[in-house]
């Protein structure tokens, strides 16, 4: 990824407790405070249980 305005991505994000195939290296929160632009969150979503309450727990966490 490279160019002007393409941003700056932060890979393999989720929370710590979060156990699947790939290593987390970092929360939401942490991405954005070490320079991530923005965030994809996949499976800690998607694979949860209840979803909705998943997708609103990276919210809390990234509004502080």
Do not use: F, W
């Not at 393409?6 to 991405?31: F, L, N």
């Not at 969150?41 to 998943?54: M, Y």
């Amino acid at each position: 990824m490279g160019g002007s305005g393409t941003g700056s991505p932060h890979e393999k994000t989720g929370p710590p407790s979060q156990k699947d195939d790939q290593m987390r290296t970092a929360t939401a929160a942490a991405a954005i405070a070490a320079g991530a632009d923005y965030i994809v969150v996949g499976r800690p979503i998607t694979a949860a249980p209840n979803p909705r309450a998943a997708a609103q727990a990276v919210l809390e966490e990234l509004s502080g």
